[in-house]
């Protein structure tokens, strides 16, 4: 058993990213400045977007996005269940609804469910490419339009993700990154919204500072001028240059870091196939699945705290993504929440339990973890069936 615990995420941080740091520091300029700009537009050519804002996060990032767009008191906003309480959270402090939805059994939203979500006063859609894989956005663009709704997507778990040969970034009127400690790129806390929208990513700029003119570098830096205007009552969501300087490293190190996330994801697949007790994450066609996480469904032969305990026991992390939504108090008080809506996310969630994945795992690490793994189902296995042998037994005896 191995001597030291394994976390279920770390974040991978070399010298670079702390020589930029330590150069953000020593500059005299801290806040939104060159850095945060160079990082934009790094970002939007990585992802094949036109523009790119950089935020303190992915919540603010799905905040600003459904605000720049309109989106506001009335309006319903379908969410799939299985995300985090971000995704959701957001749309209620716009004053709209998050109409929840089931997911498939990838954990991607379901699209009859969305469709059957719809109502007059629906106005977007907010697809998550869980786990690193893209939806299926050419049928979700095609009832965005039918319905003339507008979709942003949350793409916290898919930076570098692909679906019909093209990163995610572009497709839709907007689309929000995370780059919070476990996210695929990090930069501490922080997210991007990107967008080929110029007019849509100059009213996110303005909503993340306050609906001001002008941000701090182009007032107080020599090239600045003092004079700004505020437009609208914005909020105070911009990312700093200590955050960018982690970020441009993080950008450029990222297509190493998806290539070690799918190796080991492939050494999982390999070394725990033949357990049918395990229900292993599928590859859809079409898409580059990035590994943000790596979540297996356990069948029901298998109790999923005492899995996860048991891989505790033996220094093993492991982490459950997500508990629905509709099982959080807050939105279960809603009566249109019933778990009896949410079918498949019910029996996804059950079993679901995120085994650990990040580039800065060892070969060792991975076979501990398989090692670990194996040996928790093996011994459930015989655990159950000594449990079976006495009835077996006194039935044989009648
Ligand atoms: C699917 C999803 N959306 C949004 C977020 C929010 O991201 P952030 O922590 O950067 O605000 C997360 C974070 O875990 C997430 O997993």
Redesign the pocket.
């Known amino acids: 058993m191995r001597s030291q615990f394994l976390p279920y995420s770390l974040p991978t941080i070399g010298e670079e990213e702390i020589r930029e740091v330590v150069d953000s520091m020593r500059s005299g300029w801290l806040t939104t400045g060159p850095k945060v700009r160079r990082f934009e537009e790094e970002f939007a050519a990585y992802v094949g977007a036109r523009y790119a804002v950089a935020v303190h996060?992915?919540?603010?990032a799905?905040h600003l996005s459904l605000a720049a767009l309109g989106i506001g008191p009335g309006d319903e906003v379908i969410v799939p269940t299985l995300?985090?309480c971000?995704?959701a959270n957001v749309v209620i402090h716009l004053g709209a609804r998050p109409v929840l939805v089931d997911v498939n059994r990838h954990g991607l939203m379901d699209l009859d469910a969305a469709n059957r979500a719809l109502t007059p006063r629906t106005r977007a859609i907010v697809p998550?490419h869980?786990a690193g894989q893209a939806c299926e956005m050419e049928e979700i663009l095609q009832l965005a339009q039918r319905h003339g709704l507008k979709v942003i997507e949350?793409a916290?778990?898919a930076v570098g993700a692909e679906y019909q040969g093209r990163r995610i970034g572009s497709f839709a009127n907007a689309t929000a990154f995370?780059?919070?400690a476990?996210k695929n790129m990090t930069t501490g806390?922080?997210?991007m919204i990107t967008t080929d929208d110029a007019e849509l990513a100059s009213r996110i700029r303005r909503l993340a500072l306050h609906g001001m003119s002008r941000d701090a570098w182009n007032r107080y830096s020599q090239t600045g001028s003092w004079y700004y205007e505020v437009l609208e009552p914005g909020f105070k969501y911009n990312m700093t240059d200590i955050q960018a300087a982690i970020g441009l490293h993080q950008l450029r190190k990222l297509d190493g870091f998806i290539c070690r996330r799918r190796e080991l994801a492939g050494f999982y697949r390999r070394r725990l196939a033949d357990l049918p007790e395990l229900e292993l994450p599928e590859e859809l066609p079409g898409r580059r699945h990035v590994y943000h996480l790596f979540p297996i469904r356990l069948s029901t032969t298998l109790n999923r705290s005492r899995f996860i305990d048991e891989l505790k026991r033996r220094n093993i992390g492991a982490s459950v993504h997500f508990i629905p939504l509709h099982r959080h108090p807050y939105y279960s008080n809603d009566p249109a929440n019933q778990v009896t809506r949410f079918p498949k996310a019910e029996r996804l969630y059950e079993g679901l339990v995120s085994l650990p994945l990040y580039p800065s795992m060892s070969d060792p690490d991975a076979e501990d973890v398989v090692e670990a793994v194996r040996e928790v189902v093996i011994q459930n296995r015989s655990e159950s069936a000594s449990q079976l042998m006495p009835l077996t037994l006194e039935g044989a005896c009648r």
Do not use: K
């Open positions: 996060s992915c919540t603010a799905l995300t985090f971000a995704t998550v869980y949350d916290a778990h995370s780059f919070y476990t806390e922080g997210g």
